[in-house]
């Protein structure tokens, strides 16, 4: 019984992270059509931020937000602009291209930046929760709360302010979009930055859980596209739910499946990727097509 | 069809030229004009460049020559921004609701450009009275309804601008032909009731022309014939190449 408990609260805070680290991604490929191969770069340049404000300075990891979110949202808006503008209208084949370069660009300037080294953070939330007979890491359950609680902002902020519609609408129906006024030029701008900003915080997210290095990337990359196509586009809740269905499946392989380990547990949630591929492509959640591309 | 289509017109397209391709005109040497409370009718065979002359006007084809004048003021290649914001909307041919918003947030995107929430509101609330259809599914999401009342959500959210002009493009597309008869009978009362003023493009002559006050049929990107919707429905030879006999 304890087993199978802390198994559930090692799923629910791995898939917890697991969706936020997720959220940048659906979003653009959802709203703009482009499949960010960058993706994981991005959250490994936060986590890069983070440690670089938690060495140099000593500030507390989770306060590192403060900085990593409005930057990336800056560095998101411009690159944008420089460079995604371009790749908008194009075939899927030219943003993977254009993406997978900038992913090779960004992890080996860090890597000449920073060496390969991995690099970890210090917190002063490193103890942890006995309840019963599980424990629970401090740093994982703070985690876990600032996930739901950011997953829940962006929510909010799509369902109810201007800007939230005006991006929901250039992803349902571009034209529509722009025969009622909406500048679909300044909603991709906007929207692509903001994904970049949630994409980096959520590396501020897992810095204290996991080691930081130029090429933790392509991994998440990799489940990003994973519980996005299970998922579904169009849905923040099926993202949640998507992100906690991996964890939790990972774990409880990890934890069940004799003599599979913990890498190989990944491999479940890519057996449930081709499954739900095969047998409801849109993904559980999904109700938006992707853009035309 | 209204009984007060005298004055100035509100719209005058004249002799425009335009089309995809640089250097190949779809359109060459459109004329038309829309008086205040009328209804005019666009009609032609396919790719005699109907919805090019729309697009033309909207701003999302370059006009390379002729002009047009809108409450006599050159709007010639203005954007789809600024053609919304001198009153004019348009209800294109596509499907073009949000389908995973509500009806009610689907009329309030028809105001994206107003701040006023008050009376983005007191709209909807306006545009739910002329359409009980609509008021009836306030809450359900577009992309669940019947083509017909998304259709008519199109309208609603084209009149919730309160424009001067209306652009429908092929408002009959992809309808059942009772639904068809509705939303042209849906026209019309607006037209009656409002004031409502509109230029229409239908593939659907006869239903389109019966409510018009005038019409112009388009052949290879421009005007053959132009008259009164009756004289229109009665003119042999529109008769036989678009009416069917």
Redesign the interface.
């Known amino acids: 019984m304890n087993q199978f408990l802390q198994a559930s609260v090692n799923g629910i805070t791995l898939g917890g992270f697991y969706a936020v680290m997720v959220l940048g991604f659906a979003i653009i490929w959802g709203v703009m059509g482009v499949i960010n191969l960058a993706h994981g770069e991005f959250v490994m340049v936060g986590a890069y931020l983070t440690w670089f404000l938690n060495k140099q300075y000593g500030w507390e990891p989770f306060l590192a937000l403060l900085v990593v979110f409005p930057v990336m949202f800056v560095m998101g808006y411009l690159l944008q602009k420089i460079l995604i503008n371009r790749i908008i209208d194009r075939s899927y084949l030219i943003s993977l291209l254009v993406t997978f370069g900038l992913s090779i660009i960004i992890s080996n300037s860090f890597k000449l930046m920073f060496s390969a080294t991995p690099r970890t953070v210090d917190t002063v939330l490193s103890s942890f929760w006995r309840v019963g007979g599980i424990t629970i890491p401090m740093a994982k359950s703070v985690v876990l709360i600032m996930s739901l609680l950011m997953m829940a902002g962006l929510y909010l902020f799509l369902q109810h302010t201007r800007r939230g519609k005006s991006i929901r609408a250039a992803a349902q129906n571009r034209e529509a979009a722009r025969i009622v006024g909406i500048e679909i030029a300044a909603v991709y701008a906007f929207t692509f930055a903001l994904a970049i900003a949630f994409t980096s915080a959520s590396g501020t997210l897992i810095s204290p859980i996991q080691p930081i290095f130029p090429f933790m990337g392509p991994a998440l990359t990799l489940k990003a596209f994973a519980i996005t196509a299970i998922a579904g586009l169009g849905s923040i809740p099926g993202v949640l739910l998507g992100g906690l269905l991996l964890g939790l499946i990972e774990v409880f392989v990890a934890t069940y499946v004799p003599g599979i380990g913990t890498n190989l547990g990944v491999v479940a949630s890519y057996v449930l990727l081709v499954v739900v591929l095969v047998v409801r492509p849109q993904g559980l959640f999904g109700s938006l097509r992707p853009a035309e591309g | 069809m209204s009984m007060m289509s005298n004055g100035r017109p509100l719209l005058e397209v004249q002799d425009i030229y335009s089309g995809y391709q640089a250097d190949f005109d779809i359109i060459k040497g459109v004329s038309l004009h829309v008086k205040p409370g009328e209804i005019v009718c666009v009609i032609g065979p396919n790719g005699a460049g109907k919805s090019t002359v729309f697009k033309a006007l ?1 701003g999302f084809l370059n006009v390379r020559q002729g002009r047009v004048l809108f409450d006599d003021r050159d709007i010639t290649n203005i954007r ?2 600024e053609a ?2 001198a009153g004019i ?2 209800v ?1 041919q ?8 509500t009806v009610a ?1 689907n009329l ?3 105001m ?2 107003e701040r006023d929430k008050k009376r983005i509101k007191q709209r909807i609330a306006y545009i739910l009275e002329l359409f009980p259809r609509l008021a009836e599914r306030k809450n359900q999401k577009a992309g669940t309804m019947s083509g017909g009342e998304q259709r008519m959500l199109e309208i609603g ?1 084209a009149l919730m601008w309160e424009p001067k002009l209306v652009l429908m493009d092929e408002p009959s597309a992809g309808l059942a032909p009772l639904i068809t008869k509705m939303i042209f009978r849906g026209i019309d009362r607006l037209n009656k009731e409002i004031g409502l003023t509109v230029l229409m493009i239908e593939q659907n002559a006869r239903q389109g022309l019966e409510i018009s006050d005038r019409g112009y049929v388009l052949e290879l990107g421009q005007n053959s014939y132009e008259g009164t919707g009756e004289e229109l429905l009665h003119n042999e030879e529109v008769r036989r190449a678009f009416l069917g006999g």
């Open positions: 909207y789809p921004q919304l914001k909307t348009i294109p596509l499907r073009s609701v949000f389908p995973d918003m947030e309030e995107m028809g994206y450009l959210r």
